[in-house]
């Protein structure tokens, strides 16, 4: 089955620095790759995702790039913000397949200091 | 509503006790997955549900884990003689339809004594 491995478990910046999460995925089946939000007593939040025909995609400061021979997929925040302090996950599915399930790597505790 | 709601909240059960955790969807979504999250870790699929079809109860951890969702819109994951490793928060999340964004709800989070 899946297997998604996310790095670094941490990550300290300060305010107006990019951060950058990476994840790799074993399963070349996947193609649905979405990258959530949490913050402390939530549930986790869509914050972009990327779909296997896609290299990257942007979002005002966020941006994910997907490399589908490496099988490893990154979240970029430019201009971080205290508000941007949380956990991050990404996520792999192989939509269409046999299974519609997420999942998960272990997460980013991201902390941005301002 | 306008989002996933699941009840309760917060569930403090002792040890041998059934529980049963509610999940609302958001109106009109087809697919309703559960998803168990540790402390620290995660999120890990469960089971999910297409309309009232159970296709896929692969991550239930044991015969103590009962998933329904009958009428295809509320689900009920019911726990039974509740084990001190069942501590987790509980997510349900659901999508419009197979492969759409996946919106999750709150969680509900169970302690076991």
């Known amino acids: 089955g899946e297997n998604v491995e996310q790095h670094p478990s941490t990550l300290s910046v300060q305010e107006g620095d990019s951060a950058v999460i990476k994840c790799t995925y074993s399963?070349?089946?996947?193609?649905?790759f979405p990258w959530y939000k949490q913050e402390l007593g939530k549930g986790p939040q869509l914050i972009i995702d990327i779909r296997s025909n896609v290299g990257e995609k942007k979002d005002q400061r966020i941006a994910v790039t997907l490399n589908k021979t490496a099988k490893h997929f990154s979240l970029h925040i430019t201009e971080t913000q205290p508000e941007d302090s949380a956990v991050y996950f990404c996520?792999?599915?192989?939509?269409?397949?046999?299974?519609?399930?997420?999942?998960f790597g272990t997460g980013t505790l991201l902390a941005v200091q301002p | 509503g306008a989002g996933v709601s699941q009840s309760p909240r917060y569930k403090v059960a002792k040890r041998g006790q059934d529980v049963a955790l509610r999940c609302d969807p958001i109106?009109?979504?087809?697919?309703l997955f559960w998803y168990q999250q540790a402390l620290g870790q995660g999120p890990e699929f469960l089971t999910y549900f297409q309309n009232e079809a159970q296709l896929d109860k692969s991550g239930l951890p044991s015969d103590r884990f009962f998933a329904e969702r009958p009428e295809g819109s509320v689900s009920t994951l019911k726990i039974q003689r509740t084990q001190q490793e069942d501590s987790a928060v509980y997510l349900c999340?659901?999508?419009?339809?197979?492969?759409?964004?996946?919106?999750f709800g709150q969680g509900t989070r169970l302690t076991v004594v």
């Open positions: 109106s009109g979504h087809v697919s």
């Open positions: 996520a792999a599915a192989p939509y269409g397949g046999a299974t519609n399930k997420l999942i």
């Open positions: 999340a659901s999508s419009l339809g197979i492969g759409g964004e996946a919106f």
């Open positions: 399963d070349s089946a996947s193609n649905y």
